[in-house]
C-alpha cells in the first residue's frame, strides 16, 4: 500500500487492508469478564481500488466490518468482511444492532445492509418503510426502546431530510419530511425526551462539483443560515418545527442531549470551527474539534454556545442508558491540536466537575472510538468497560482493549490480540447476544 502514502487519508493505518480474516481462538492478555457475551463491531471505509489519490475522500469507499466475537471469557473469532459495494452506497459509516438485526449504515446512501452473526451480507433491509438511507447515527432512546434517526439521500432528496422513528420491534413508525434551502450535510441528530434536533450547518452539497464528477462534492459555504430545528418528537408535519440560528461551525457528533429543567435543550458535541472549506479529502485539517455544550431556549429560538473543553475531543460516546437524560460521564477520543490526523488518548469526562481522566496509550499508538458497555445490573452510571481499538505502529497490528470505565488509567482488564490491523474507520457498537 505504499503508493497510497501521498494521500494524507490512505497513509499509514488509514490504508485499506487487502484480505477478508477469520481467525479463532484470538490470543489474550489479561481476562475478558464472562459476562461480556456479544460482539464488538467496528464499521469503516476500505475501498478496494482508488481512482485518483488527489481527489479521494476518506469517507467514500466500500465498508468493511471488523468483528471480534466475546464469550465466556474467551475472544472466539476475529472476522472482517466487505459489508456492500461502493456503487450501493458501500455502508461503511457505522453498525448497529436494534431488533436482533445486525445492520451496516451508510449517512446519504443506500439503505442499511443486513449481516448476519458472522458478518455475511444477508440483503438490504428498510425496517418496513424508510424513506431513505438510514443516517449514519440512529439515536436510542433508552426509555421508550425507539431509535430516532434524520435520514436524507443523494441524489434523490437534494431539498428535504426526513425525521424518522423505528419501533422497538424495528419498524419505521413515523417518517416525517422536513425541507432544507439546499442538500446540507447532516451526520447526526440531538436527542432529548422531548425535541429530535436537526443540524442544518454550512457543509452542504456544490452542485456545480456534483455536475462535475466530484467524488464527493461537498464543502464549507460561507455566509450559510446556520441553524438547528427542534422537531417536537410529537411532531407530525415540518410546521412544528422550531428552527433556531447558530453561529457558523460544523459538529459530526453530539456526546448528548436533554431537557434541562428550565424548559432549554442542551446539546454537548464535537464542534468544528470549519469543515472541508480546504480540506477536501477528509476532516482533520480545516480545524480541530473541541467538545462544547449549545443550550437552546425553545421559546426564544436562542442559542447559546459555550466551550466546555479546548482540547481535541472527537468520537464521543456515554452509556446507552442515559442517551437522551441528563447525565455525568461522557468518554471521548482525543487528539494532538497541533499535529496530528488521528487520536492518541482516551479521555473520561466528569460532566457535573468538569475534571477529565486520560488515558495515553503510548508513542506510536493511535486509538479510536471509545464504547461503553455497561455491567448487567449495574446502578452507577460508570459501572462497566470502555472497548478501544488501539493501531500499534511498530508491530503494524491492532489489539481490542478492555477497560474498567470506573479507572480507565488503571490495568487493563483485557487486550486481546487481532491477527492483523483494523483500518481508522468510523463508528462501532457493541452487539450483546439476545
Ligand atoms: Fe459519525
Not at 275 to 294: E, H, I, T, V
Not at 338 to 356: L, N, Y
Request: with cysteine.
Amino acid at each position: 500500500m505504499t503508493t497510497y502514502d501521498a494521500s494524507p487519508y490512505l497513509a499509514g493505518n488509514f490504508a485499506p487492508v487487502a484480505e477478508e480474516v477469520t481467525a479463532i481462538d484470538l490470543p489474550v492478555t489479561g481476562s475478558i469478564p464472562p459476562e461480556l457475551s456479544g460482539r464488538f463491531l467496528r464499521n469503516g471505509p476500505n475501498p478496494r481500488s482508488v481512482d485518483d489519490l488527489a481527489t479521494h475522500h476518506w469517507f467514500f469507499g466500500e465498508g468493511m466490518v471488523h468483528g471480534i466475537r466475546l464469550g465466556d471469557g474467551k475472544a472466539r473469532w476475529y472476522r472482517n468482511r466487505y459489508s456492500g459495494t461502493v456503487d450501493a452506497g458501500g455502508p461503511n459509516t457505522s453498525i448497529i444492532g436494534h431488533a436482533g438485526k445486525t445492520l451496516a449504515i451508510v449517512e446519504a446512501g443506500a439503505k442499511p445492509m443486513e449481516l448476519d452473526d458472522e458478518l455475511n451480507i444477508v440483503g438490504r433491509s428498510d425496517l418496513g418503510g424508510l424513506p431513505s438511507g438510514f443516517t449514519a447515527h440512529p439515536k436510542l432512546d433508552p426509555v421508550t426502546g425507539e431509535l430516532h434517526a434524520v435520514c436524507y439521500h443523494w441524489p434523490d432528496q437534494v431539498d428535504k431530510v426526513h425525521y424518522v422513528v423505528v419501533s422497538p420491534e424495528g419498524v419505521v413508525t413515523k417518517s416525517v419530511p422536513i425541507t432544507t434551502p439546499t442538500m446540507p450535510m447532516i451526520h447526526d441528530m440531538g436527542l432529548t425526551q422531548t425535541y429530535g434536533a436537526v443540524f442544518d450547518l454550512p457543509v452542504a452539497v456544490d452542485f456545480e462539483m456534483a455536475m462535475g464528477g466530484s467524488p464527493f462534492p461537498l464543502r464549507w459555504f460561507h455566509d450559510y443560515n446556520a441553524r438547528i430545528g427542534l422537531v417536537p418528537r410529537a411532531a407530525t408535519t415540518e410546521d412544528e418545527v422550531i428552527w433556531c440560528e447558530i453561529d457558523p461551525c460544523f459538529a459530526y457528533h453530539p456526546m448528548n442531549s436533554y431537557d434541562a429543567d428550565d424548559g432549554t435543550v442542551v446539546i454537548d458535541i464535537c464542534e468544528y470551527d470549519s469543515m472541508f472549506d480546504r480540506d477536501r479529502n477528509g476532516p482533520f485539517r480545516d480545524s480541530k474539534p473541541r467538545l462544547a455544550r449549545w443550550t437552546i431556549d425553545p421559546t426564544t429560538a436562542k442559542v447559546q454556545r459555550e466551550t466546555l473543553d479546548d482540547a481535541v475531543h472527537e468520537f464521543p460516546r456515554v452509556n446507552d442508558a442515559v442517551n437522551t437524560l441528563p447525565y455525568r460521564y461522557g468518554y471521548t477520543a482525543g487528539g494532538n491540536p497541533e499535529t496530528a490526523d488521528w487520536f492518541f488518548t482516551t479521555v473520561k469526562r466528569d460532566m457535573t466537575t468538569g475534571s477529565t481522566e486520560t488515558r495515553t496509550w503510548g508513542t506510536g499508538v493511535e486509538v479510536g472510538e471509545p464504547i461503553f458497555v455497561a455491567r448487567e445490573g449495574a446502578t452507577a452510571e460508570d459501572d462497566g468497560w470502555i472497548m478501544v481499538l488501539l493501531y500499534d505502529a511498530a508491530r503494524d497490528t491492532s489489539d481490542l482493549v478492555i477497560l474498567d470505565a470506573t479507572d480507565i488509567t488503571g490495568d487493563r482488564v483485557a487486550t486481546i490480540e487481532l491477527p492483523q490491523r483494523v483500518p481508522h474507520g468510523f463508528h462501532g457498537n457493541w452487539v450483546a447476544d439476545r
